[in-house]
């Protein structure tokens, strides 16, 4: 045991005596231009990051302009102005019907879960049921206007209104309704757009698209075609 002792000791020892002598210490000058080298490149980066995130949302705003590009809608059922105006008509979102969203959620709930099979279903479930919460309808506001209201819900399980605006038609027909905000705009998720979102959301048109009877869509770039029923 003493000899392995000494041994070590000995190679400490040798490893001090090699060692070089440190570097001196960067000066108050060169400290201050590491740190706005780094400030600089954080405040790049988050720029970069908002631009993208306004870009995106922006062109969702535009897209919606264009407006769903398929019908369904045959002699059975009723016109867009007929099933969207209806008083107490509700719309809820189906995540399932949303091919583009499901997939996306289901990718996530994969990768989150790591393989486990009863995690990721439990994933899935509670995107699911986020979603089955979550959806719109028309209050008339008088004089051709009319109020949209699109709405999820708060933790407590009471209404939560994501986007609640004054809105006038702009076309009415059979297979779709086109709506342009025309007033006040307030909600949890307007509160949160970016400005200049909130001004491209101004100027477009947003077209929702009648599929059946009780079927109704509305289409998103990033998120595909999205699928509300409605709700009896």
């Given amino acids: 045991m003493r000899t392995i002792v000494a ?18 210490p960067p000066g108050p000058a060169e400290l201050r231009s590491g740190d706005k080298a780094a400030d600089k490149a954080a405040d790049d980066k988050a720029a970069v990051d908002k631009a993208s995130a306004d870009k995106a949302a922006m ?8 407006g769903p590009t398929e019908s369904a809608v045959d002699g059975a059922t009723p016109t867009a102005r007929d ?17 583009q969203q499901f997939s996306a959620v289901t990718v996530r709930c994969g990768s989150e879960s790591g393989g486990d ?4 279903q439990a994933c899935l479930a509670e995107a699911q049921e986020a979603g089955a919460k979550e959806g719109f309808r028309f209050e008339s506001a008088g004089e051709g206007k009319w109020t ?14 994501f986007i609640k605006a004054m809105v006038a038609l702009q076309q009415s027909q059979a297979d779709r309704l086109v709506v342009k905000i025309a007033g006040e705009v307030s909600g949890k998720q307007w ?6 979102v909130r001004a491209a959301m101004l100027e477009v048109a947003i077209p ?6 009780d079927t109704v869509a509305m289409d ?10 409605l709700r009896k």
């Fill in 7 to 24: 041994i070590a000791m000995l190679a400490m020892l040798t490893t001090a005596c090699s060692k070089k002598e440190p570097a001196s």
């Fill in 220 to 229: 998103s770039p990033r998120k595909g075609r999205l699928i509300y029923h």
């Fill in 59 to 66: 062109e969702e705003a535009a897209a919606l302009a264009a």
């Fill in 83 to 99: 099933l969207l105006l209806v008083k107490g008509n509700v719309f809820g979102f189906s995540l399932e019907d949303s091919r």
């Fill in 117 to 120: 099979m009863a995690k990721q």
């Fill in 148 to 161: 949209w209201i699109s709405f999820g819900q708060d933790d407590k399980g009471a209404e939560e209104i």
């Fill in 191 to 196: 509160d949160a757009m970016p400005v200049k």
């Fill in 208 to 213: 929702i698209l009648v599929v059946d009877a």
